[in-house]
């Protein structure tokens, strides 16, 4: 069973935008905290950002500034907005539920959506 899904991956030129979604489907999205991370061509996977269930954000020092996480607790749905992408930028991006800010353990994972940023 699906639990989360993320959705808004695609192709963009450089310089470009994007806006990922990632849909919960568990009856506690709004009571975690919820984490969005990427995988580039290999390389490990690393923490893109986590939303508190409060609406606290952390970002990872490198991103912070290009991308912004938001959350809609009456949707379910948490958001990702990246601009000013880079080709550095591609990777496949998840999200996840129920995350830890010290540990960035996160309990439940999506299948994740490739982001793919060329000319």
């Known amino acids: 069973q699906v639990q989360l899904e993320e959705s808004g991956g695609g192709s963009v030129q450089p310089g470009g935008s994007l806006r990922l979604s990632c849909a919960s489907s568990?009856?506690?999205?709004?009571?975690?905290?919820i984490g969005w991370f990427r995988q580039a061509p290999g390389k490990e996977r690393e923490m893109v950002g986590i939303?508190?269930?409060?609406?606290?954000?952390y970002y990872s020092d490198s991103l912070e500034g290009r991308f912004i996480i938001s959350r809609d607790n009456d949707k379910n749905t948490a958001y990702l907005q990246m601009n000013s992408l880079s080709p550095e930028d591609t990777a496949i991006y998840f999200c996840?539920?129920?995350?830890?800010?010290?540990?960035?353990?996160?309990?439940?994972w999506g299948q994740g959506t490739q982001v793919t940023v060329s000319s």
């Open positions: 568990t009856h506690t999205f709004s009571s975690h905290n």
């Open positions: 939303i508190t269930r409060h609406g606290d954000r």
């Open positions: 996840a539920e129920d995350c830890a800010i010290a540990t960035q353990y996160c309990d439940i």
